[in-house]
């Protein structure tokens, strides 16, 4: 079995530094604010995005021929983190634009198609989504149920997909659809659908337990037209699309993961020191200690493990790299907000308390991109194959 090189250096760039010193400033002093309030309202932060798009921040992975940063896969985890330290919800409305709508489209989108849709989502004038899961194909996209047919020099898209980040306020969203129902996973086309197709309708938005100032809502497509070169690659290349776009993708929920788990552990080392008990602060007892230092550790294992694996995206490995960094960082974030919880105690169920909202966040981190029992089978496939 090959093996990716273990001489890589971690070293960021000046560049790379500056930009992380300069995000994390713009999540405190504009991301922030009205953070808890944005929670309770369900509220989509378009402000904020708006000015996000204007620092580059949500064409991050966009070439530059397009208006993109053109920035590498570590970069773009770094500005993730920061992002996901201050706001989940934020941060993967952020991922999902990036990873899951750009990138495919300026990794497999024709010539036209990129010239007329990837400048407007680079500077965050429009933001994006994805459209693979369905009521009943999530885990297992060769149950779809999506179909497009081919109309002349045009498309027509016909179905619904479930759980869609953004739907309702992004303008563009790369779709999967079955075009050969003989071919099996080589009959999947993936297409770009703009929201003001005729024919496309956003579903009333999903009360979730976490990320509510996230907007997810299902789609419904009843003859949705679109022309023919928003076909992405060829037809029967969608299944291999999606598939190396949730392997890029699963980068951003690691480093999500990962600023989650970080804001966590800062939370239960201020908490600890400041909160009394037996005449001491908390952090004084052992048991507390034990706990922060295994959160710092697990940290430490998961941000470098998302490094690694965002050095080696282009690689032979990169898809089970990704894998291991979403499944590791994804549990590691959920143990530490557990005990980030218990170190807050009673005060930690309550909701005036940031850790509250962490804990409802970051649940859905070892679910979405691909449940952690999937990415144990992904790994387990690339490890075990002859």
Same mark, same amino acid.
């Given at each position: 079995?090959?093996?990716?090189?273990?001489?890589?250096?971690?070293?960021?760039?000046?560049?790379?530094?500056?930009?992380?010193?300069?995000?994390?400033?713009?999540? !405190?002093?504009?991301?922030?604010?009205?953070?808890?309030?944005?929670?309770?309202?369900?509220?989509?932060?378009?402000?904020?995005?708006?000015?996000?798009?204007?620092?580059?921040?949500?064409?991050?992975?966009?070439?530059?021929?397009?208006?993109?940063?053109?920035?590498?896969?570590?970069?773009?985890?770094?500005?993730?983190? !920061?992002?996901?330290?201050?706001?989940?919800?934020?941060?993967?409305?952020?991922?999902?634009?990036?990873?899951?709508?750009?990138?495919?489209?300026?990794? %497999?989108?024709?010539?036209?198609?990129?010239?007329?849709?990837?400048?407007?989502?680079?500077?965050?004038?429009?933001?994006?989504?994805?459209?693979?899961?369905?009521?009943?194909?999530?885990?297992?996209?060769?149950?779809?149920?999506?179909?497009?047919?081919?109309?002349?020099?045009?498309?027509?898209?016909?179905?619904?997909?479930?759980?869609?980040?953004?739907?309702?306020?992004?303008?563009?969203?790369?779709?999967?659809?079955?075009?050969?129902?003989?071919?099996?996973?080589?009959?999947?086309?993936? %297409?770009?659908?703009?929201?003001?197709?005729?024919?496309?309708?956003?579903?009333?938005? !999903?009360?979730?337990?976490?990320?509510?100032?996230?907007?997810?809502?299902?789609?419904?497509?009843?003859?949705?037209?679109?022309?023919?070169?928003?076909?992405?690659?060829?037809?029967?290349?969608?299944?291999?699309?999606?598939?190396?776009?949730?392997?890029?993708?699963?980068?951003?929920?690691?480093?999500?993961?990962?600023?989650?788990?970080?804001?966590?552990?800062?939370?239960?080392?201020?908490?600890?020191?400041?909160?009394?008990?037996?005449?001491?602060?908390?952090?004084?007892?052992?048991?507390?200690?034990?706990?922060?230092?295994?959160?710092?550790?697990?940290?430490?294992?998961?941000?470098?493990?998302?490094?690694?694996?965002?050095?080696?995206?282009?690689?032979?490995?990169?898809?089970?790299?990704?894998?291991?960094?979403?499944?590791?960082?994804? !549990?590691?974030?959920?143990?530490?907000?557990?005990?980030?919880?218990?170190?807050?105690?009673?005060?930690?169920?309550?909701?005036?308390?940031?850790?509250?909202?962490?804990?409802?966040?970051?649940?859905?981190?070892?679910?979405?991109?691909?449940?952690?029992?999937?990415?144990?089978?992904?790994?387990?496939?690339?490890?075990?194959?002859?």
């Amino acid at each position: 079995m090959s093996q990716p090189s273990p001489s890589l250096s971690f070293n960021l760039s000046e560049d790379q530094q500056i930009l992380t010193q300069e995000i994390r400033r713009f999540a !405190e002093e504009r991301i922030r604010p009205g953070v808890a309030e944005r929670d309770k309202a369900h509220a989509f932060p378009s402000e904020v995005l708006a000015e996000m798009g204007e620092l580059g921040l949500l064409g991050m992975l966009v070439d530059e021929d397009y208006d993109g940063a053109g920035m590498d896969s570590l970069t773009y985890c770094l500005a993730i983190e !920061e992002v996901a330290a201050v706001c989940a919800a934020t941060a993967v409305t952020m991922s999902v634009t990036n990873s899951v709508c750009c990138w495919p489209i300026d990794r %497999f989108g024709s010539e036209p198609l990129k010239r007329e849709v990837l400048p407007a989502l680079a500077s965050g004038q429009e933001i994006g989504g994805f459209g693979l899961t369905e009521p009943g194909a999530g885990s297992d996209p060769g149950a779809m149920r999506t179909t497009a047919v081919q109309d002349g020099d045009q498309w027509v898209l016909n179905g619904e997909k479930a759980w869609i980040t953004n739907a309702g306020v992004g303008k563009y969203f790369v779709v999967l659809a079955v075009t050969d129902a003989s071919a099996g996973s080589k009959g999947i086309s993936a %297409f770009v659908v703009p929201s003001d197709a005729e024919g496309f309708v956003v579903g009333t938005a !999903e009360e979730k337990m976490g990320l509510r100032s996230s907007r997810t809502a299902p789609l419904y497509f009843t003859n949705v037209r679109v022309p023919g070169h928003y076909l992405l690659a060829e037809e029967g290349a969608g299944f291999r699309i999606a598939m190396a776009t949730l392997d890029h993708s699963r980068l951003g929920i690691a480093a999500q993961a990962v600023g989650i788990h970080r804001r966590a552990l800062e939370l239960a080392v201020d908490y600890a020191r400041e909160r009394q008990q037996f005449g001491v602060p908390i952090a004084k007892h052992q048991a507390i200690q034990f706990k922060i230092a295994t959160m710092a550790n697990e940290l430490e294992a998961a941000r470098l493990l998302t490094y690694y694996a965002a050095l080696q995206d282009d690689g032979k490995q990169a898809g089970r790299l990704a894998s291991q960094a979403k499944l590791y960082a994804s !549990e590691a974030a959920n143990r530490a907000c557990w005990e980030s919880l218990q170190v807050h105690g009673g005060n930690g169920f309550c909701e005036d308390y940031e850790i509250a909202r962490l804990y409802r966040d970051v649940r859905v981190t070892t679910i979405y991109e691909g449940t952690s029992e999937m990415q144990r089978m992904v790994i387990a496939r690339h490890l075990l194959r002859g």
